[in-house]
């Protein structure tokens, strides 16, 4: 949610650096999903294929993009009063990044990915076979999706903390939690 004061100025430093949390969020989440779908399932090329290159350095490209704009479309629809509780913790925060990527995978999964397939004129998604073939192949790279999906809503939504709670900072981040 955009924040402006009474004056009519433009946003204070907490709603920029909230959109700035996002993203980040997005493409550290993005980073970490792409590890599963590269080394679970080989789809780095499959995905550069949806913008017509289909290379491992275009997947990621694509992939990385997208998780950014993503973790964008976190901060515009749970940045809202509705949602100020859950916001307000790290399990409140990595509930809400739960629920936003499992919406992800069901509209890329199930509405945005067969329109681009459709688009291409193609038939259906050159998914790489897993070790065995068959319904075991389906039902495994299911589970792999879902599996980098729910990695991706954990880490988007605790990074997102990181970023924006006191007590949700960690070591590891160069984070102040001064002005948030």
């Known amino acids: 949610m955009l924040y402006s004061d009474r004056s009519g100025g433009s946003e204070p430093t907490g709603g920029r650096r909230r959109w700035r949390a996002g993203a980040v969020s997005g493409f550290v989440a993005g980073a970490a999903m792409g590890l599963v779908l590269h080394f679970g399932l080989g789809l780095m090329p499959t995905i550069g294929a949806l913008i017509g290159v289909e290379t491992v350095l275009a997947g990621w490209v694509v992939h990385l993009f997208n998780s950014t704009l993503f973790g964008g479309l976190f901060v515009a629809v749970f940045d809202r009063p ?11 925060c990595l509930s809400l990044g739960i629920v936003h990527s499992a919406l992800l995978g069901v509209i890329t999964g199930g509405l945005l990915l067969p329109a681009a397939i459709a688009i291409e004129g193609a038939t259906s998604l050159p998914v790489p076979t897993l070790p065995v073939p068959g319904l075991t192949a389906g039902f495994e790279f299911g589970v792999v999706i879902a599996v980098a999906h729910l990695l ?5 939504g605790r990074v997102f903390a990181a970023f924006t709670l006191a007590e949700g900072a960690v070591d590891w981040l160069p984070i102040d939690p001064v002005d948030r």
Do not use: E
């Open 82 to 92: 509705l949602f100020a509780d859950l916001r307000g913790d790290v399990g409140g």
């Open 152 to 156: 991706y809503g954990l880490v988007l």
